[in-house]
């Protein structure tokens, strides 16, 4: 008989914590500096609920819209957006999720902070890098990222915590720690800038295939769906 999402899930929560902890161990950190966000896309509700059961605290989603058709349904959780947001829909996310991990360009975030301010609210962002400079991939280029990331936290009604991004797929490992290396130096660089509105102490990198080399090279949060959930009948 096939195994149900749940079954798939109980098998893999474990060993995926274990993967986290051995690596925080092997960088000299602690487990506990590595948060797992649990991303969603496509898994259903009930099957999110179990995992929160188990232990889940944070949970991310990719699409407004299956946010939104999941939200009244969910147990007590963090909740997170990390898909590309349309600026036309910033209206739905805003006050509803606890961070928006995918600012990808400064008219996002000034939708952003003009939805925040409209409802009195302030919105916790990452800025997401596109760190592998892919013209496929959105987010702020690393060479001048400094700078528009100041821009970006300057605005009212948003508080920047920090980073986001997904690098290229690598066949190589070590290109991978290369790039993961490159955000961590940035990391430290914007946080060394004392940024007004800001509060940076998120590094959100690492997904199924590559968190542990991330958090080896300092993420403090993986998101992470196939190594969760298995995989799913599409991608988005
Ligand atoms: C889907 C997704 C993930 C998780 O991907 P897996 O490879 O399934 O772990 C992480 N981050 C973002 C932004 C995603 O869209």
Known sequence: MEKSSVEIFDENYSRVLEKIASAAARAGRKSEDVTLLAATKTVPVE????????GIKYIGENRVQEFLSKEQELLPVHRHFIGHLQTNKVKD????VEL??????YHLAKEISKQAVKRGTVCDILVEINVGQEESKFGFSPENAAESIAEAASLEGICLRG???????????SKNIKFFEQLYKLFIDIKAQKIDNSNINILSMGMSDDFECAVECGATMVRLGTALFGRRNYNI
């Open 100 to 105: 928006i991990h995918s600012v990808d360009s």
């Open 163 to 173: 980073l986001m991004a997904i690098p290229p797929v690598c066949d190589d490992f």
């Open 47 to 54: 099957v999110i609920n179990h995992a929160i059961r188990s």
């Open 93 to 96: 996310i805003v006050g509803r």
